[in-house]
């Protein structure tokens, strides 16, 4: 059985190449009828027509993927933090490098605090003695008294003040006291006329009562005494009258003076408390103003605000200016998620959407090498940004689910700051749509141009 194979195997190289020309001579018509057909071209044509057909129907049901690519770099979760001074000083001090480890809240660098300083103890200053000058004026209006503590103020200005509120007080006093002492007198001067006018009524009662029993009799008395009796009246109704009138004008007077009296005092309170309201809105004024001056004072030390790594350290002078705003250093944080962040094309973010999938190419790592990352997209921006090269495009930051590329034999990471591109799968399209669609595009632009 087995020479029978190996007979065969070694047979069949004859009988496929060596050449049949037993009908070399003969007509050749006869030639063409008796002569058998090659099969290798049906096989050959066979093959090609099944080869069309299977492409056919790969390109009318096979899809591939439609991607919008997108460059951008790795970030860490929160972006980079860049440091940034307040306001125009000096720099006294630089306490790191490039490369360091920080920890939060550590100072970084400090700024020359010789122009912050002095003006914050002087405004603390200058509310201090507002608020002293506020106690005076609560005293002076019965709020209680002035007794400010000595070692709370500076004693200069506990004197002062003690000297305005015995100043203003006597003042007060050395009025109303001017006013006291006519009112005083008004008063005694409208008890003696009370007691004068009651006097004369009594007399003018004793006058009537004589002129009316001497009237009975008035012809047996003379006529002096009877006419003397009547002036007797006549000049103690005057009396009284006059007495009177006296009174009402000691009473005016006295309203007078005590109108005036209140006056005084309203006068004072009113005053006083419209000095008051003053200090007070000045005083609020001044701790708005220090409540600044301590926020610039504090930004007078640069703080790390993460625990991480300086990336770039942009200043390098000691005893050099720095402006608002100006880049100082900035810090990469530890320990935080990476996140990638990419630009798309205008004409592209209408496809995005979230969590679609996303297929990463690492700049530092070749993908055909090393292969690809996954991804799905986490937030898309809702306005574009001005790129100088790109022109408007909007940010969109995509999650990553590998974060690590096997490089011989070991894990390799990915870090901040890296370039990428990234291809986000917005959907799937057929293969013959590639072919087709430009067909139809150029036919419908054809049609539709005049």
């Known amino acids: 059985m087995f020479k029978r194979f190996f007979r065969m195997i070694a047979e069949w190289p004859q009988k496929v190449f060596r050449k049949d020309d037993a009908h070399e001579f003969h007509p050749t018509m006869a030639e063409i009828e008796e002569r058998p057909v090659n099969p290798l071209g049906r096989i050959i044509f066979w093959v090609i027509v099944v080869t069309m057909v299977f492409f056919a129907v790969w390109m009318c049901l096979g899809t591939i993927d439609v991607v919008v690519s997108a460059r951008g770099m790795v970030i ?83 004197t002062t003040q003690r000297n305005l509120y015995r ?9 109303l006291n001017a006013k006291r002492a006519e009112l005083k007198k008004i008063e005694e001067e409208a008890k003696s006329a009370a007691k004068e006018k009651t006097y004369n009524a009594s007399l003018l009662e004793l006058a009537r009562d004589r002129e009316k029993r ?11 005494e009877y006419e ?13 009258e006059q007495l009177t009138h006296k009174l009402e004008q000691l009473a005016y007077q006295k309203n007078q003076v005590l109108h005036e009296i209140a006056y005084i005092n309203e006068s004072f309170r009113t005053t006083t408390l419209k000095e008051y309201s003053d200090k007070h809105k000045t005083a609020t004024e001044i701790g708005a103003e220090i409540d600044k001056t301590s926020f610039r004072n504090q930004k007078q030390k640069i703080l790390s605000p993460v625990e991480g790594y300086i990336s770039n350290l942009y200043f390098h002078t000691i005893g050099g200016v720095v402006t608002p705003a100006q880049k100082l250093m900035t810090i990469v944080p ?37 292969g690809i990352l996954n991804g799905t997209v986490r937030s898309i921006s809702h306005h574009s940004t001005d790129d100088e090269k790109l022109g408007p495009v909007y940010e969109v930051f995509i999650n990553p689910i590998e974060t690590t590329f096997l490089v011989e034999g070991r894990r390799v990471p990915i870090a901040s700051g890296m370039s990428l591109t990234a291809e986000i799968k917005v959907g799937k399209r057929r293969i013959i749509e590639f072919f087709v669609y430009p067909l139809i595009k150029y036919l419908d632009e054809g049609i539709k141009v005049r």
């Open 76 to 158: 860490p979760e929160g972006d980079v933090k860049i440091l940034q001074p307040l306001d125009t000083d000096v720099v006294s001090s630089i306490l790191c490098r490039e490369g360091d480890f920080v920890r939060k809240e550590q100072i970084l660098m400090e700024i020359d605090p010789s122009i912050t300083a002095p003006e914050l103890e002087s405004k603390k200053e200058t509310l201090r003695y507002l608020e002293l000058e506020k106690m005076r004026l609560n005293a002076s209006i019965g709020k209680g008294d002035f007794n400010p503590d000595k070692k709370a103020y500076d004693q200069e200005s506990v």
């Open 228 to 240: 003397k009796a009547v002036n007797d009246v006549l000049t103690y109704t005057n009396a009284v």
């Open 214 to 224: 001497l009237k009975a009799v008035a012809d047996i008395v003379t006529r002096n």
């Open 167 to 175: 100043s203003s007080m006597q003042g007060l006093a050395e009025q």
């Open 334 to 370: 530890f320990n935080t998620p990476l996140v990638l962040k990419v630009s798309v094309l205008n004409k592209d973010i209408g496809f995005v959407r979230d969590r679609m999938p996303v297929s990463i190419k690492i700049d530092t790592f070749d993908f055909q090498k090393y």
